[in-house]
């Protein structure tokens, strides 16, 4: 093998040390996420929000992955519960999308907070659908992982509030494209919701870098980065 190739520097550096391979083997070549617009009308996203039992002027703040311990999304059940005890009358919903194992221990969690018609499980849907929806997107994570998820909010021009953890380290900027938070930490999490929700000019700074940057992820980048390790090789071998 001339390459190993994989989706972070934190993977490379892992897998040199465990499997003792020298780091100039790897080529770290970044997951491309597939939105890069979302093409839907005022008319789709109502009824997007509708099928949810949300209105029209509904605030959402989303989350998406596996429910599994690693995603950390009790952190982020119990950040909204604190958003959600300073905000009594408002239209904040919180939207944690996907499937695994912790699901029934999540849903648990919000009956005993008494807010199962503002935090909601709506197991899986379209990517495509989800950003519609999204005001701001969080990934809790509690240690490594570069979330595909991510990269597509970052595509589409959504505010996202991650975890500081190898893999997001790697292609966050706090407060420049998006807002870190450290594991665990629901005060903080809250806090930077708060923040988020109650400042517009910030989300629209944050979700523009976001977009402007996630155009290096492409799908034509990654390939580009792929041929020319192919050309590098052949020219090596000649």
Known sequence: TDKIMVSSYKLAEDLSAQEKIPKEKFLVNYNSPTLTSISLNAEKIREIKNNFSLSPDSFIITGVGRLIEQKGFIYLIEAAAEVLKNNPGSKIYFLIFGKGVLENELRGRINQLNLNERILLPGLAPMENIMALTDIFVMPELYDGLALAILEAMSVGKPVIVSKVSGPDEVIE?????????????????????????????RKKLGAKAQEDA??????????????????LYENFK
């Open 174 to 202: 706090d407060n420049v494209n998006g807002l870190f938070v450290e594991p665990k930490n629901v005060p903080m999490l809250a806090e930077k919701i708060l923040q988020l929700i109650e400042d517009e000019n910030l």
């Open 215 to 232: 155009k290096k992820f492409s799908i034509e980048n990654r390939v580009k980065i792929i041929e020319n390790a192919v050309i590098s």
